[in-house]
């Protein structure tokens, strides 16, 4: 059985094609209503990783799209099916004023924001860009949870943080957070708190591209406990 698979973006860069044949083998079983083993997505991508072992992560974290309608790695295709494999996008740029918009409060003096940017040298070591990647549902849990914090501890200060995920390159804006006070003094304070707490407890991880190779860096590559952060 032979399947079409559409490439898009970084992977099909990696693949070097953007349209590939994948050649499955047909298995008999009796308990199948056709007497054959269903081909998944998730087969389709084993198989590929085996064939293109230097894109094995950029495969596996791709959305598959069956007919133009994204599927899970559990849903069965046919030979006739058009699939496409979709690597995450980084999204849109971070612009500061739309999240300052959202902490700007009438009663408040104070307003700042941290902004975070890819660093290009970090010693001898040359960045070339910076991959983040993040359990979604969870990062946005957390993230609320240090607003909330903030806005229990600094008398009603308020807190918007937003972040990339993907590809974020040098001088590129990964980070925004703006907070906003009646007094210069809880903001800056209330500032340094989210950052900090964000790398304690929030699900996003990076990694650093370099010219000659890449590392994971941050918390998740050290002993810590996410569930005693610093208060």
Not at 13 to 30: N, R
Not at 96 to 111: F, R
Not at 168 to 179: L, Q
Request: glycine content about 6%.
């Amino acid at each position: 059985m032979q399947y079409t698979i559409k490439l898009f973006a970084g992977l099909a860069e990696k693949i070097g094609e953007s349209q590939i044949i994948v050649e499955v083998p047909s298995t008999t079983d009796t308990s199948s209503e056709e007497g054959k083993n269903p081909v998944t997505v998730q087969h389709i991508k084993d198989i590929l990783s085996t064939l293109y072992p230097d894109a094995e992560i950029s495969i596996r974290h791709s959305f598959a799209a069956v007919n133009q309608e994204y599927a899970t790695v559990d849903t069965i295709i046919k030979e006739s099916d058009e699939l496409a494999l979709i690597p995450p996008v980084s999204g849109a740029p971070l612009l500061a004023e739309e999240i300052i918009a959202k902490v700007t409060d009438n009663n408040h003096g104070a307003t700042i924001a941290f902004i975070g940017t890819t660093r290009e040298m970090t010693g001898e070591m040359q960045t070339v860009y910076l991959e983040y990647e993040a359990y979604i549902p969870m990062a946005l849990s957390q993230l609320q949870k240090i607003g909330k914090h903030i806005a229990d501890t600094w008398s009603g200060a308020r807190c918007a943080i937003s972040h990339r995920i993907g590809n974020v390159g040098i001088a590129e804006t990964s980070v925004i957070i703006a907070v906003s006070s009646a007094h210069r003094d809880d903001a800056y304070a209330a500032s340094r708190f989210a950052i900090e707490r964000l790398k304690e407890t929030v699900p996003i991880w990076k990694k650093e591209i370099w010219a000659d190779g890449s590392e994971w860096k941050g918390a998740q590559t050290g002993p810590w406990n996410p569930t005693e952060p610093k208060s």
